[in-house]
Nanobody, 115 residues
Framework: QVRVVESGGGLAQAGGSLRLSCVAS????????MGWYRQAPGEQRELVAR???????EYADSVKGRFTISRDSGKNTLYLRMDSLKPDDTAVYYC?????????WGQGTQVTVSS
């Protein structure tokens, strides 16, 4: 059984910063990839950033240069540093851990950016 738990969401002003954390625990020793996704009201869930065990990182175009993903593979811990936040970044942010063709999702954490 796998458990994924996010933390660190909240309210920020435009131009401000927030840091999200995610811990994946359970029966899988190391996840092949972990990533952050977000879903705004009325919108589909979208990729924000993802990091693989091999060190490959990818970002959505909308967050490049503003968000930084980092991963402590030995602890299956994932972080997302969000700078220069915009109201359009408002969404529920989900952490996902991937292994053996399966995706394990957290419950999500709300990020709200006021103008």
């Amino acid at each position: 059984q796998v458990r994924v738990v996010e933390s660190g969401g909240g309210l920020a002003q435009a131009g401000g910063s927030l840091r999200l954390s995610c811990v994946a625990s359970g029966s899988i020793f190391i996840f092949a990839a972990m990533g952050w996704y977000r879903q705004a009201p009325g919108e589909q869930r979208e990729l924000v950033a993802r990091a693989t065990i091999g060190g490959r990182v990818e970002y959505a175009d909308s967050v490049k240069g503003r968000f930084t993903i980092s991963r402590d593979s030995g602890k299956n811990t994932l972080y997302l540093r969000m700078d220069s936040l915009k109201p359009d970044d408002t969404a529920v942010y989900y952490c996902a851990a991937f292994h053996g063709g399966e995706a394990y999702w957290g419950q999500g954490t709300q990020v709200t950016v006021s103008s």
